[in-house]
């Protein structure tokens, strides 16, 4: 510990220890035990407490009868655990009998101050930091800590509640280590004393008709199994194995979802040979008990182990697949799916899970679909995969929505009613359905899924979220049509669909809800990104009113709907898609080109999220030599960077900074790789002369623009800048064609001129600059340093252990006076 923190050390205990003094919040509570806890990790607590014995008086005063404050005692039970972490430290304070007073019946376990779920949670933590070593089980046997943990796992307070089922665990654990390490009997007798004690409490709960005692005791197991491996889990869980199948028996099963954890927790842990436990045959009696409600999870966890008996995996699917089986069944207007469900049991499981409720039938699907939708893209996911099957599911779910399914049986009318504009359903379904566009179907199929997405993209009824996922869906099938091996273009089934669709985004697009046009608005960039190129996706989009209304969408009143038009009309401009945009005050009379209607979008725009997608396209106009930025691109640069570097979004900035990286690189050539194994061509230096090769960064006043955000108040662009600097400084260090003077008054008055802006003045502009001065300014700079700098944090000297000892001890001084909080 540093001297300046000894010195103040004691004055802030005793402030803690005055129960008549105000105390700091919590915040500053906590960095100081994280102080502690730093130091001790690094030192020796003993040491420590030995040095600064204030800090053993400070543990001592808060066990005398005072009104002392629930947040300093529950701090000094913690700091108290931090202390005792140490086994020569533990002894140190056993000695004292320090210990059992705070932790035993004589501490705040037996007092009022109990009642606060502060004081309770921080006699957790100090256990659980204190129980690190052989003493600390002795002494958490002879004290009782192990029963009042067990009675804590049904505290009120929830955070307490967990973190006694958590210590359990960590006493297990360190129970077991050691001499029993190795593979202990199954008998009782041959388990340490803490072992046996928790153990023994497990196995009572799990007899216990009362459900929260059994949830208790399968959350303990649970994180058990999931956090120790070595090889007394797996006698362990032969141990428990019984009581556990035992649950199974009981109408109903309780705590199912706890059992479900525990049962794939313990199938995932590789200290188990699960099939010497008799674990899979557990796991398909459950599959076989639970409501399908509670079985999904379940089932979908089965799926998803590397390792797992064949038979079990189908059943599990089958049970994942039931719901959605049962939809078929229901709205078929013939024979049933094949080989999904059979008949009898369908329609008995049709009444049982879908039709009781629309809570139940909803959620149901919901997370059917969600699991599956999980399910897909993994490589153990069940072969063969069944995806005629649950296309025509999603479809029918989608329609019985949307109103338009015409279900034969009763339980599908009433299916129908009760799914009728249902939004959860339609999202999820439209979700599962674009996940199966990475999968092929039969045309048939395809054919209704287009038929599908096309009626909810033009239905009134469909809400903005709906639609969101709809034009989503839209996009993967479209992406995903079949089409010549090596070609990327749209087949003609999928250009007849989409001249179909273009009416309907063109409807989209001129809806009251600035959502929708938003979400029309992203489809449409998605598209031309993808078949801009292609002729027959040009010629259908040309023929419609899309282009003309997306440049409408620029002066629209809502700021996202603009940003999002300003992306579009940037791709359909690369793409020779726009119709140049006519001028606001004279409709159908002179028009101005796009590269003119953004840049005064970058000027004018009163929100920041336009003015960003302007400096997103504009760069990436510059990376990719757009037709209106090649003409002139030097101009083009200066006038983008002039507007930039007047914004007071720092992102608009940062991306003016992004724009000047793409060309400089154009100008000087890309950066060299950093990486030490890659194989580099030696750097060619440019074509002419350095000073001609910096002359057009001079000309568009990059060098200004970059300076200027050298000393932004906002970090991230500073930062942005740095690495420009350093970035073009590496890449003309190498070169001696160069001479630049290193003290002439050119370079001096730029340098002067940087510290006035460093210090906040940063009216003067530094005018024109020659690559000479800009050189020698750059050579001069530290931006090593200042690299450095920015990369820490904005408090990094406050922080300090110092620092926040002073801080708290001025916070009460302040207090004191004034009687009163000053925030």
Same mark, same amino acid.
């Given at each position: 510990?540093?001297p300046e ?5 004691p ?8 129960p008549r003094?105000?105390?700091a =919040?919590d915040?500053?509570l ?5 102080w502690?806890k ?11 407490l030995?040095?600064n014995p204030?800090?053993v ?5 808060v066990l005398?009868p005072?009104? $002392?404050?629930?947040?300093v005692l529950s701090?000094s039970?913690r700091l108290?655990?931090?202390?005792a972490?140490?086994?020569?430290c ?7 009998e320090l210990l059992p007073?705070l932790?035993g019946?004589?501490g705040?376990?037996?007092?009022a101050?109990?009642? +606060?779920p502060?004081?309770r949670?921080g006699?957790i ?5 204190l129980?690190q070593?052989?003493s600390?089980?002795h002494?958490?046997? =002879?004290?009782?800590?192990?029963d009042t943990i067990f009675s ?7 955070f307490v #509640?967990s973190?006694a089922?958590?210590?359990?665990v ?7 280590r050691?001499?029993a390490e190795?593979?202990p009997?199954l008998?009782?007798?041959d388990w340490p004393?803490?072992a046996?004690k928790i153990v023994g409490h497990?196995?009572?709960s799990l007899r216990?008709?009362? +459900?929260?005692?059994i949830?208790? &005791?399968?959350n303990v197991?649970?994180t058990?199994?999931?956090h ?13 194995h019984?009581?556990?199948a035992?649950?199974l028996e ?6 199912a979802?706890?059992?479900?954890d ?5 199938a ?6 699960s ?9 398909a009696q ?9 079985a999904? $999870?379940?089932a979908l966890g089965?799926?998803k182990l590397q ?8 059943q599990?699917? #089958?049970?994942?697949l039931q719901?959605l &089986? ?8 013939g024979?049933?799916p094949?080989?999904l469900?059979d008949s009898?049991?369908?329609d008995?499981v049709?009444?049982?899970?879908? $039709?009781p409720?629309k809570?139940?039938?909803?959620g149901l ?7 599956l939708?999980?399910?897909l893209?993994l490589?153990?996911?069940p072969?063969?995969?069944p995806?005629a099957?649950?296309l025509?599911a999603?479809v029918?779910l989608?329609?019985?929505?949307g ?6 049986s009763? &339980?599908g009318r009433?299916?129908?009613a009760?799914l009728?504009?249902c939004v959860?359903v339609?999202?999820?379904?439209l979700d599962?359905?674009?996940?199966l566009?990475?999968e092929?179907g039969?045309p ?7 038929a599908?997405?096309?009626?909810y993209?033009?239905?009134? =009824? ?16 479209l992406l995903?049509s079949?089409?010549t091996p090596?070609c990327s =273009?749209l087949d003609?089934?999928a250009l007849l669909?989409?001249?179909?669709l ?5 409807k989209?697009?001129c809806s ?5 046009r938003?979400?029309g608005l ?8 993808r078949?801009?190129?292609?002729? @027959? ?5 040309l023929?419609?009113?899309?282009p003309?209304?997306t440049e ?5 009143p809502?700021?996202?709907?603009r940003a ?11 793409q ?6 006519a001028?606001?005050?004279h409709?159908?009379g ?11 979008i970058?000027?004018t725009?009163s ?13 990436q106009?510059?990376r990719?030599s757009?037709?209106d930025?090649? @003409?002139d691109?030097?101009q083009f640069?200066?006038?983008v960077?002039?507007v930039?570097?007047q914004d007071?979004d720092?992102?608009?900035r940062a991306q003016?900074?992004e724009? #000047?990286?793409v060309?400089?690189e154009q100008t000087l ?14 750097v060619?230096?440019?074509?002419g002369?350095?000073?001609?090769a910096l ?6 006043r ?5 300076f ?7 970090r !991230?662009?500073?930062?942005k800048s740095?690495?420009?600097l350093?970035l ?8 001696s064609s160069l001479?630049? !003077? ?8 730029v340098?002067a ?9 940063? #009216? ?11 050189l020698?300014?750059?050579r001069s700079m530290d931006?090593?340093?200042?690299r450095?700098a920015? +990369?820490?944090?904005?408090d990094h000297?406050?922080?300090s252990?110092q620092?926040l000892l002073?801080?708290m001890?001025a916070t009460v ?11």
């Amino acid at each position: 510990m540093d001297p300046e923190c000894s010195q103040l050390l004691p004055a802030l205990c005793a402030v803690l220890a005055d129960p008549r003094q105000p105390m700091a =919040d919590d915040t500053c509570l906590e960095k100081l035990l994280d102080w502690f806890k730093t130091i001790t990790e690094a030192g020796s607590s003993l040491l420590l407490l030995q040095e600064n014995p204030c800090l053993v008086e400070l543990l001592c005063h808060v066990l005398k009868p005072q009104d $002392l404050s629930s947040r300093v005692l529950s701090f000094s039970l913690r700091l108290t655990g931090v202390f005792a972490a140490q086994e020569d430290c533990f002894q140190y304070l056993q000695q004292g009998e320090l210990l059992p007073r705070l932790f035993g019946e004589a501490g705040p376990l037996g007092g009022a101050a109990w009642t +606060a779920p502060t004081i309770r949670s921080g006699w957790i933590q100090g256990l659980r930091s204190l129980a690190q070593h052989p003493s600390a089980l002795h002494f958490l046997a =002879d004290c009782g800590a192990v029963d009042t943990i067990f009675s804590l796992q049904g505290d009120s307070s929830l955070f307490v #509640a967990s973190a006694a089922g958590q210590l359990l665990v960590h006493i297990l654990s360190l129970s077991m280590r050691g001499p029993a390490e190795g593979l202990p009997g199954l008998q009782a007798d041959d388990w340490p004393v803490c072992a046996q004690k928790i153990v023994g409490h497990i196995e009572e709960s799990l007899r216990s008709m009362v +459900a929260p005692q059994i949830t208790q &005791a399968l959350n303990v197991l649970t994180t058990t199994f999931g956090h120790c491996h070595d090889p007394w889990t797996q006698v362990l869980w032969v141990r428990l194995h019984p009581l556990v199948a035992a649950l199974l028996e009981k109408d109903p099963v309780p705590a199912a979802h706890s059992l479900v954890d525990l049962l794939l927790s313990v199938a995932r842990s590789p200290g188990l040979s699960s099939s010497s436990c008799g674990l899979w045959e557990t796991l398909a009696q459950t599959l076989s008990h639970l409501s399908p409600t509670q079985a999904g $999870l379940l089932a979908l966890g089965i799926l998803k182990l590397q390792d797992c008996p064949q038979a079990l995996r189908a059943q599990a699917f #089958a049970v994942l697949l039931q719901p959605l &089986a049962c939809v078929l069944k229901a709205t078929a207007q013939g024979p049933g799916p094949a080989g999904l469900l059979d008949s009898t049991e369908a329609d008995s499981v049709t009444a049982d899970m879908l $039709l009781p409720s629309k809570a139940a039938c909803v959620g149901l699907l919901c997370r059917t679909l969600a699991h599956l939708e999980l399910l897909l893209p993994l490589p153990q996911r069940p072969c063969p995969w069944p995806q005629a099957s649950l296309l025509g599911a999603a479809v029918t779910l989608l329609q019985l929505c949307g109103g338009s399914g015409s279900p034969a049986s009763d &339980a599908g009318r009433q299916l129908c009613a009760l799914l009728l504009g249902c939004v959860r359903v339609q999202r999820a379904a439209l979700d599962f359905l674009g996940t199966l566009s990475q999968e092929t179907g039969p045309p048939e199929l395809m054919t209704q899924v287009f038929a599908v997405l096309l009626e909810y993209l033009r239905s009134p =009824d469909s809400s903005p979220t709906v639609l969101k996922k709809a034009f989503q869906a839209t996009f993967r099938w479209l992406l995903s049509s079949p089409r010549t091996p090596g070609c990327s =273009d749209l087949d003609s089934h999928a250009l007849l669909f989409l001249r179909e669709l273009l009416p309907v985004l063109q409807k989209r697009l001129c809806s009251p809800c600035w959502e929708v046009r938003d979400s029309g608005l992203e489809f449409l960039t998605q598209m031309t990104r993808r078949w801009g190129a292609q002729a @027959g996706f040009r010629h259908a989009l040309l023929a419609s009113e899309v282009p003309r209304l997306t440049e409408q969408l620029l002066r629209d009143p809502e700021s996202y709907v603009r940003a999002s038009a300003v992306t579009a009309m940037g791709q359909l401009s690369s793409q020779g898609l726009c119709v140049p945009p006519a001028v606001p005050e004279h409709p159908g009379g002179q028009q101005k080109s796009v590269l003119g209607e953004l840049l005064h979008i970058l000027s004018t725009d009163s929100e920041g999220f336009p003015r960003r997608a302007v400096m997103q396209v504009f760069t990436q106009w510059l990376r990719d030599s757009h037709a209106d930025v090649v @003409g002139d691109t030097e101009q083009f640069v200066a006038g983008v960077l002039q507007v930039a570097g007047q914004d007071l979004d720092w992102e608009v900035r940062a991306q003016g900074l992004e724009l #000047a990286l793409v060309f400089l690189e154009q100008t000087l050539g890309p950066p060299r790789s950093h990486c030490p194994y890659a194989v580099t061509p030696p750097v060619e230096a440019p074509a002419g002369p350095l000073t001609q090769a910096l002359q057009p960064l001079c000309r568009v006043r990059l060098f200004e623009f970059a300076f200027r955000a050298l000393f932004d108040c906002d970090r !991230p662009v500073a930062q942005k800048s740095c690495d420009l600097l350093l970035l073009l400084r590496a890449k003309t260090a190498s070169s001696s064609s160069l001479q630049e !003077p290193r003290s002439s008054p050119d370079v001096a008055s730029v340098e002067a001129a940087l510290q006035r802006w460093r210090a906040g003045d940063q #009216a003067q502009p530094l005018g024109d600059l020659e690559p000479e001065v800009v050189l020698a300014v750059l050579r001069s700079m530290d931006l090593e340093g200042l690299r450095g700098a920015l +990369a820490e944090s904005s408090d990094h000297v406050e922080k300090s252990p110092q620092s926040l000892l002073q801080d708290m001890l001025a916070t009460v001084g302040i207090l004191g006076e004034n009687e009163a909080d000053c925030y």
